[in-house]
């Protein structure tokens, strides 16, 4: 699976983004797909995740701000952030991992896309 993520950028705090990461290489289906992100010296953190079926889950940082939405037949996975601050500036990355649930570990996602930088001033 080849992951490409776009739609990073600069906003305001409170103001909105949406992510969008493109799938290749492999039916996109049978993934789980989630979202990480990685601010300096800290650790990479599952954001959302969602499963082929749709569950979803999420960060509690995000709870109610971010929504994960996946469409199979484009191989596409979103997510629209919205109410943002300034402690949601980081890289964000989307990953793949064949499971039947969400995994909260970037250790155990299997493909990873090349990261898009989100940056929330104040």
């Known amino acids: 699976v080849q992951l490409q993520a776009s739609g990073g950028g600069l906003v305001q705090a409170g103001g909105s983004l949406r992510l969008s990461c493109a799938a290749s290489?492999?039916?996109?289906?049978?993934?789980?797909m989630g979202w990480f992100r990685q601010a300096p010296e800290k650790q990479r953190e599952l954001v959302a995740g969602?499963?082929?079926?749709?569950?979803?889950k999420y960060a509690d940082s995000v709870e109610d701000r971010f929504t994960i939405s996946r469409h199979n037949a484009k191989n596409t996975v979103d997510l629209q952030m919205n109410s943002l601050k300034p402690e949601d500036t980081a890289v964000y990355y989307c990953?793949?991992?064949?499971?039947?649930?969400?995994?909260?570990?970037?250790?155990?996602?299997?493909?990873w896309g090349q990261g898009t930088q989100v940056t929330v001033s104040s």
């Open positions: 290489g492999r039916t996109f289906s049978g993934y789980v």
């Open positions: 969602i499963t082929s079926g749709g569950s979803t």
């Open positions: 990953a793949a991992t064949r499971s039947t649930r969400v995994l909260n570990s970037a250790r155990l996602y299997e493909y």
